[in-house]
């Protein structure tokens, strides 16, 4: 038996002792049906992580059936958990990035099983993949003359210049060598391909006539302009705008790729200088970059739009084969561009007296008070932008296990508060927020946590 802190009652026999063998837990009729949803290896996982806490003495033994029962209700196939995202943080990498509408949700069911995902069902011939999510991003962006969907901007951005530049220059100035998460450098993905870095002007300024040098010596294989989407250069600065850069593109016969990262089709009030692909495109941008999971709020995807020839092109790559989209994510972002407007727009476009009032109203429930606090939109754009709103100052300690709980509430500590930002959290999630809070408040109490009242 597994060492443990279980004491051996006084002249009483070991505790453990009485803890379900594995193999009376595993004939128990719900654990049986439960089987045939999450497969064997995930219930006896559940099972021993079970009786684990039983011989560490968390739970008695008596309890460790109604433990098992529990943690299958609470467990799907995936270990990945439900987050509430109280941190404010409208497009947050580490919790999956956009939450999908429910429109979206329901496709991504619907496209699960078989589905006419390259199948023209009126004729039965072989249909283009993805013809729906184009059509729909190009009646979205009609300044688009043809869209393709790949698997994130990442490839986007490696199947533009690799298919326009491989083999040449890609000419990019030093103010917008991006690096985005987990050290990840924009640049280095490029040459990764083959095609070569050609880095003009110096990070705070860069002009018209750096471009036009490098483009001088014929070994320009396209000019790609990057959207700092996550810092912002000020003072003494100067960029070269889309419509410029695309007119000294066309002067020497090259294309001009903008890679915008955000995702936004269209201008947005909430964020009056981010770019956005409309007007790239008629700035003259050749092609157009953007991820699905940031500002659009649709599935994880590599938006590219811009002209016919460039797309073609583009498509006809035998990288593209590599980095193209799945069905479910061509499925959710159609219903997403299609459908009502997705959750990361609603929290971007949140009114903050309507915000206050919902935190007023919870954090009386909740025994916290109402602090101002900034939301952010978080990756891929408005890049130190606040979002003037309000959270919920809690008890610091909570924050722990608010985390750990089901569903797992992700909010921020500041100042000795945990504060709960409800900008990201839906409306009809509020009542499992309060039940989590209960749950997180109870636990401390139980475990004696100083400063936490009832
Ligand atoms: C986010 C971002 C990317 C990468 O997009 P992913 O969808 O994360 O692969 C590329 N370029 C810019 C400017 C970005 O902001």
């Known amino acids: 038996m597994a060492q443990g802190t279980a004491r051996v009652e006084e002249g009483g026999e070991d505790p453990r002792r009485r803890i379900p063998r594995t193999d009376a837990l595993l004939a128990l009729p719900a654990v049986v049906a439960a089987q045939a949803g999450l497969g064997a290896q995930v219930v006896r996982g559940i099972v021993r992580a079970v009786q684990d806490r039983a011989r560490r003495g968390e739970i008695a033994p008596e309890q460790v059936e109604r433990a098992v029962l529990d943690a299958l209700g609470a467990r799907s196939a995936s270990s990945l958990r439900p987050v509430l995202n109280a941190t404010g943080v409208i497009v947050h990498t580490n919790l999956g990035r956009a939450p999908l509408s429910p429109a979206a949700r329901r496709a991504l069911q619907d496209a699960a099983g078989y589905t006419d995902v390259e199948l023209d069902l009126t004729t039965g011939a072989r249909g283009r993949r993805g013809a729906a999510a184009r059509a729909a991003l190009l009646a979205a962006c009609p300044a688009?003359?043809?869209?393709l969907v790949v698997?994130?901007?990442a490839a986007a951005l490696l199947l533009a210049t690799t298919a326009l530049a491989a083999g040449r220059e890609v000419v990019w100035s030093r103010g917008e060598l991006v690096e985005i998460g987990a050290g990840f450098r924009l640049a280095e993905l490029v040459a990764s391909a083959g095609a070569w870095v050609r880095e003009v002007g110096t990070t705070n300024r860069t002009h018209a006539a750096d471009y036009?040098?490098?483009?001088?010596?014929g070994?320009?294989?396209?000019?790609?302009?990057?959207?700092t989407s996550n810092y912002r250069i000020e003072g003494f600065t100067s960029e070269v705008g889309i419509a410029e850069l695309a007119a000294i593109a066309h002067e020497h016969g090259l294309p001009l790729i903008a890679d915008l990262g955000s995702g936004l089709l269209h201008p947005e009030q909430a964020l009056p200088q981010e770019p956005d692909a409309a007007a790239a495109l008629e700035a003259g941008a050749d092609v157009v970059l953007t991820s699905g999971d940031k500002l659009l709020g649709g599935p994880q995807a590599g938006i590219l739009l811009g002209t016919a020839e460039t797309i073609s092109r583009l498509a006809r790559h035998p990288l593209a084969r590599a980095v193209r989209a799945d069905k479910l994510a061509l499925a959710a972002l159609e219903a997403t561009l299609a459908g009502p407007m997705p959750p990361v727009l609603a929290a971007l476009r949140t009114d903050p007296d309507a915000l206050r009032r919902r935190t007023d109203a919870l954090a009386a429930r909740l025994g916290g008070r109402t602090v101002a606090h900034d939301g952010r939109v978080g990756g891929g754009g408005g890049a130190g932008v606040p979002l003037p709103g309000w959270?919920?100052?809690?008890?610091?300690?909570l924050a722990a296990p608010l985390r750990a709980g089901s569903p797992a509430v992700v909010g921020t500590v500041q100042g000795g508060s945990c504060l709960l930002d409800l900008r990201c959290v839906?409306?009809?999630?509020e009542e499992a927020l309060v039940e989590a809070v209960a749950a997180a408040r109870e636990q401390c109490l139980s475990h004696g946590v100083r400063g936490i009242v009832r």
Do not use: F, S
Not at 219 to 226: D, E, F, H, I, M
Not at 391 to 397: G, N, S, T, Y
């Open 391 to 397: 959270a919920i100052a809690l008890e610091e300690e």
């Open 151 to 153: 698997n994130n901007g």
């Open 219 to 227: 070994a320009a294989g396209v000019l790609l302009k990057v959207h």
């Open 212 to 217: 036009r040098e490098a483009c001088a010596d």
């Open 426 to 429: 839906p409306v009809e999630d």
């Open 144 to 147: 688009a003359e043809d869209a």
